[in-house]
């Protein structure tokens, strides 16, 4: 079983949203945009945390995330 998680299309939404609001918008940088977690066994608990930063200089609000 394998899992992967994907937070680049999150963002491409909020750089696209940043570059219309101008300078002071809220700009997310994501250090790691995908994991793996190869084969596991069934019932495995898993954890991953993606790691974000709000570079810009306003607020910066994640809404929704999902996994793919």
Do not use: C, W, Y
């Not at 992967?4 to 949203?17: D, E, P, R, S, Y």
């Not at 790691?32 to 495995?44: D, I, K, P």
């Amino acid at each position: 079983m394998r899992f992967k998680f994907f937070a680049g299309m999150i963002a491409i939404a909020l750089v696209m949203t940043a570059a219309a609001f101008g300078q002071s918008a809220p700009r997310i940088a994501i250090k790691q945009t995908e994991h793996n977690f190869g084969e596991v066994n069934r019932g495995a608990a898993l954890q991953h945390s993606f790691v974000f930063k709000n570079e810009g200089r306003a607020d910066l609000e994640i809404k929704n995330v999902a996994p793919s």
